[in-house]
């Protein structure tokens, strides 16, 4: 179920971390990097990875501010896809992942919705 934005108050810090995530997944959507199988493939390996770990806004918050955490992981899954041939790559699948799930869990708003996966 999909919590209303209205409910969330974020602090320019986590406002500052759903921005990057929402760039992210803009490029992905409009870059032709978005369009290789591999890419797609580590999104949704994220994305089925927050699924089953971040089930609120909050711990998806919480879950991208430590790499002790599913961050690093991550990162190291969607690099072994990738062959680590573009580090920021790897960033960037996973960020999108991340925006991905925030639409999942808080609904899609007309201002910031991308085609999703």
């Not at 500052?16 to 999104?43: C, F, I, M, N, T």
């Not at 501010?65 to 899954?77: A, D, E, M, S």
Request: charged residues 15%.
């Amino acid at each position: 179920m999909a919590i209303s934005p209205t409910l969330l108050v974020l602090d320019l810090y986590n406002q500052s971390k759903l921005e990057l995530w929402r760039s992210a997944a803009s490029g992905l959507a409009y870059g032709p990097e978005g369009a290789r199988a591999l890419v797609q493939a580590g999104l949704h390996a994220v994305l089925a990875c927050l699924r089953t770990e971040a089930a609120t806004p909050k711990l998806l918050l919480d879950f991208f501010g430590c790499p002790q955490g599913p961050l690093g992981p991550q990162l190291r899954l969607v690099g072994s896809l990738l062959l680590d041939q573009d580090p920021q790559l790897g960033w960037t699948v996973v960020k999108a992942a991340y925006y991905h799930r925030w639409l999942e869990l808080t609904g899609p708003s007309a201002a910031d919705a991308v085609p999703r996966p």
